[in-house]
């Protein structure tokens, strides 16, 4: 799509001169579906047009641990609204929501976010914390990671590990 | 016991025990004259596209299959398909063909997609499978992904409607669709397969991939033993990566299914050993399964490291397709086991052989 994503990309490269010291590239979709299964280790931020970016994201998403838990927002010149990452769309099975087994990580990661952009740093950091000893320990993990835990649970559980 | 007996039950035992990996089925016969000798057009192409159709031909000729090649000389700068080329794959109605490279940007159009527009090669099928040997995060991967090859995205219908602002169509008809739709459900049933998925994002785009959907849907019904199931592009590319093995064949749209074909590709195993091709009514062209216009990195043509293997299985596909099965078989045997081994890869695998070695290898298991 020469003009149309041609003039994404001069915009792009207008706007990499004026930083110098971040290193900017650039990937064809298909080679980057390829790269992102392979070789993930070696994208750092990624900058795309609409319908490219939501293929991206869920599949970054499903590498690096799910939808789940991944965190996102959507912001403008006045206003930022915040999200489960990927799949924000999705509102999930009707099975999950009767047995209350949503993954609650996702949006209390991004609610983390939210509080950054509020500049809260301190109440960010304590969330954020809290919601990633939860996971590395284990022991309280809903459906979606390979766990039998509630929502609830994995709430009381973060809610426990706030210092 | 009679002694006829005895000599049949010994045979048996010794078929039993296995020579080899295949054993034999109830034969092929073939009627007078299928073995003529049958003319394939072929192009090497750019980048790594010389290296791995070459080892096809070694590898034809080692096994002396009914094939020549017919070979022209196509570059990615050149700003259309030669005359003679089209004409010889008219004629030969098959062709064999390396990457072509793509300039990016403004100026000339891909050659690849040239190619497949002339022809009407309306569907891409692209075969992502584990190889026994080469282990990766999910087993049981074997995915068919059908994609329409024609239209979409790929209308190649662009314009500026002011300075800094471009419309770009994408255009969905219910002809091509509802071929693309019949050609995969054809396929599920000639081979077997049990599922087909559509892949859509009609949620955003509700006219173009809904009446995508909507031809899906219609041929569907006349295949009633073929489970059918549609699922959002998005969510899809996750699944891929979190568990492929619920996928059999899918069916999607131009640019869905470059990706998924690619995402698949990768689960699966590399973009280097992927087969897959390209059919129309009457004109077949075999390539690369996955990023079939990548003209490869320089490095690897001057280290003669490219992956032969994903031409090699493809070419096992045109052999099929000619309606040769034992040497295809024959073909997709010796390659089999040059991956189980394991001590001739490439780098894309893991390894340091160079393409001539692992055609030497190939050749050397060919039976």
Not at chain 1, 71 to 90: K, L, M, R, T, Y
Not at chain 2, 117 to 139: I, Y
Request: charged fraction near 20%.
């Amino acid at each position: 799509m020469k003009l149309a994503d041609g003039l994404f990309l001069e915009s792009c490269r207008e706007v990499a001169k004026k930083y110098p010291s971040i290193t900017y590239n650039e990937i064809i979709v298909d080679n980057c579906c390829m790269q992102l299964v392979a070789k993930p280790e070696q994208f750092d931020v990624m900058v795309t047009p609409n319908l490219y970016g939501n293929l991206v994201a869920n599949t970054a998403a499903g590498i690096a641990g799910g939808t789940g838990v991944m965190p996102g927002g959507n912001v403008g010149a006045d206003h930022a609204v915040f999200e489960q990452g990927a799949s924000a769309g999705n509102v999930g099975k009707d099975k999950i929501v009767l047995e209350n087994k949503a993954n609650p990580v996702a949006l209390l990661l991004s609610s983390a976010m939210m509080l950054r952009h509020l500049q809260f740093p301190s109440f960010a950091d304590r969330l954020e914390t809290a919601v990633k000893k939860v996971i590395a320990e284990g022991k309280c993990r809903t459906k979606d990671l390979g766990g039998t835990s509630t929502t609830q649970q994995v709430v009381d559980a973060v809610i426990a590990k706030l210092d | 016991m009679s002694r006829r007996s005895l000599t049949l039950l010994k045979n048996l035992a010794r078929n039993a025990n296995g020579s080899g990996i295949q054993t034999r089925s109830v034969t092929y016969m073939p009627r007078p004259g299928d073995g003529a000798p049958r003319a394939v057009t072929l192009i090497p192409g750019d980048g790594i596209g010389p290296l791995v159709t070459n080892a096809v031909e070694q590898v034809m000729e080692a096994m002396h299959a009914p094939i020549f090649f017919e070979k022209y000389d196509v570059h990615g700068e050149m700003s259309r398909m030669p005359p003679e080329v089209m004409e010889s794959i008219r004629k030969n109605k098959v062709c064999l063909k390396g990457g072509l490279k793509t300039p990016v940007g403004g100026g000339v159009s891909s050659l690849n997609v040239q190619l497949r527009k002339e022809l009407d090669l309306f569907a891409s099928l692209v075969n992502c499978f584990n190889l026994p040997g080469l282990p990766t995060r999910h087993e049981n991967v074997d995915i068919v992904v059908i994609r329409e090859n024609t239209e979409g995205e790929y209308a190649g219908l662009e314009h500026e409607v002011v300075p800094g602002v471009v419309e770009s169509l994408k255009v969905i008809t219910k002809f091509c669709s509802e071929r693309i739709a019949k050609y995969a459900f054809e396929y599920a049933y000639l081979n077997n397969r049990k599922k087909v998925t559509a892949v859509h994002k009609a949620n955003i785009m509700k006219l173009a991939d809904g009446l995508f959907l909507e031809s899906c849907r219609e041929v569907a019904k006349k295949y009633p033993s073929i489970t059918y199931n549609e699922i959002i592009v998005d969510n899809c590319c996750m699944q891929l990566v979190a568990k492929p093995e619920q996928f059999d064949v899918m069916v999607t749209p131009n640019l869905y299914g470059n990706l998924v074909a690619n995402t698949a590709a990768g689960i699966a195993g590399g973009t280097g050993v992927m087969p897959g091709g390209n059919v129309g009514a009457d004109h077949a062209v075999f390539e690369q399964g996955a990023s079939a216009g990548n003209v490869g990195k320089d490095k690897i043509v001057l280290e003669n490291k490219a992956n032969p293997v994903a031409l090699l299985l493809s070419s096992a596909m045109m052999l099929r397709h000619l309606q040769f099965p034992s040497f295809a078989d024959r073909l997709e045997t010796a390659v089999k086991k040059v991956i189980a081994e394991g001590n001739c890869r490439t780098k894309d695998l893991g390894g340091t052989s160079t393409t001539q070695q692992v055609v030497d290898a190939v050749i050397a298991k060919l039976d």
